[in-house]
Structures are given as structure tokens and as C-alpha cells.
T-cell receptor, first 109, second 113 residues
Framework: AQRVTQPEKLLSVFKGAPVELKCNYS??????LFWYVQYSRQRLQLLLR?????SIKGFTADLNKGETSFHLKKPFAQEEDSAMYYC???????????WGAGTKLIIKP | KAGVTQTPRYLIKTRGQQVTLSCSPI?????VSWYQQTPGQGLQFLFE???????NKGNFPGRFSGRQFSNSRSEMNVSTLELGDSALYLC????????????FGPGTRLTVL
């Protein structure tokens, strides 16, 4: 079955510290993985997708097919990174996104 | 392009009532997905409509239903409301092609008393 797991409901780090939000997936085909972010009082929006291989707001994520992971990383956290982060999987068999439970990231000053 | 709009933004209903929520997608988008968002359960997929047909469905009871019109606007209906239906209901639109980005609306905050 297709599944996305975000093991941490809450992650709290100090400003300037590295951040890693974990995402593991279960899917036997060729997945496309996404990270969406929801800042306070804002809409849920796409942060990045693995096929574009971009760095957005200092965040990067690498698809590791061997470990079936797509962890989101940033070397130096900023207070404005505080938000809810969702990892999502698009299976090539349908057009539905499979969502993780989300991780609330809090950056302490 | 105008973004995804949802109406109403806030609703207060009592148990047993029914409610209809509306979503207008981005112009040209043919797919509309609906989600329920709660602090405890996160983002739960309700259903997705593409070209007026339900293409995908989540694991919600039959009290939750939806439809899509020829202009791609979508409505979702919840009948016989329960206290546990209190949540933020989000809709997202996309072109409907595989692996395409979803654009979210601001949500409708439903409170069931």
C-alpha cells in the first residue's frame, strides 16, 4: 500500500541550527515526492518537489530510493521557517496525492 | 491568475444539520480535491473531481459527498453533521495531470455545536 510517514509530529530547534524533517514512503513504483508548507494564517503551498532539484528558501530534499526517504533539510534554521510541513507522494497509477501526517517545526530564537 | 477561492470562510452549524461548501478553482484547472484538516489527524483526503467525475475517494462515510460543475467549480456536502466534523475544509485545484502541483484555497472553518 502507498504510504507516507513523517515520524515527528513536532520538531523544535534553535535559530541557526540545522534542520532535518524526516519523510519515508512506501511505494513500489516510481514516486514523485513533494514538500508542502503551511505558515501561520497562510495557505498550504508547495515548497519543493524532487524532480525540480531546487533549493527553496534554503531548503533541499533528496530522494533516496534505497532508503525510501525524502528528508527535508536546511543548514541554518531561521525563525520564519516555523510552520507546518507536509510530505506528499504522487503515485504514477493515479492522480491522488498521498499525504504524511505533517511535522510542526518551531524555530526558537 | 486569481487563486483558489472557498466560500463561506466560516460556518457554525448544529448537530444533525447539513452543510454545503463551495470551491472555485484556478481558471483552466480541471481537478478539484477536498481535504479535512484537524490538529489531531492532519490532512485527510476526502475526494477528487476531474471533469465533473469523481476520480478518487478517501475513507470518509457516505455523509460526505461532492460534485463538480461544468465550469470546474466544486461543492462538497456534509449531511447529518456530527461534532467530530468540526474542522478546516480545504480544497485544492490542479490541472489534473499526473504529478501536477496542487494549489490550495484558504479553507472553510466549520464548527459543529
Amino acid at each position: 500500500a502507498q504510504r507516507v510517514t513523517q515520524p515527528e509530529k513536532l520538531l523544535s530547534v534553535f535559530k541557526g541550527a540545522p534542520v532535518e524533517l524526516k519523510c519515508n514512503y512506501s511505494y513500489s513504483g516510481s514516486p514523485e515526492l513533494f514538500w508542502y508548507v503551511q505558515y501561520s494564517r497562510q495557505r498550504l503551498q508547495l515548497l519543493l518537489r524532487h524532480i525540480s532539484r531546487e533549493s527553496i528558501k534554503g531548503f533541499t530534499a533528496d530522494l533516496n530510493k534505497g532508503e525510501t526517504s525524502f528528508h527535508l533539510k536546511k543548514p541554518f534554521a531561521q525563525e520564519e521557517d516555523s510552520a507546518m510541513y507536509y510530505c506528499a507522494l504522487s503515485a504514477d497509477s493515479n492522480y491522488q496525492l498521498i499525504w504524511g501526517a505533517g511535522t510542526k517545526l518551531i524555530i526558537k530564537p | 491568475k486569481a487563486g483558489v477561492t472557498q466560500t463561506p470562510r466560516y460556518l457554525i452549524k448544529t448537530r444533525g444539520q447539513q452543510v454545503t461548501l463551495s470551491c472555485s478553482p484556478i481558471s483552466g484547472h480541471r481537478s478539484v480535491s477536498w481535504y479535512q484538516q484537524t490538529p489531531g489527524q492532519g490532512l485527510q483526503f476526502l475526494f477528487e473531481y476531474f471533469s465533473e467525475t469523481q476520480r478518487n475517494k478517501g475513507n470518509f462515510p457516505g455523509r460526505f459527498s461532492g460534485r463538480q460543475f461544468s465550469n470546474s467549480r466544486s461543492e462538497m456536502n456534509v449531511s447529518t453533521l456530527e461534532l467530530g466534523d468540526s474542522a478546516l475544509y480545504l480544497c485544492a485545484s490542479s490541472s489534473g495531470q499526473s504529478t501536477n502541483e496542487q494549489f490550495f484555497g484558504p479553507g472553510t472553518r466549520l464548527t459543529v455545536l
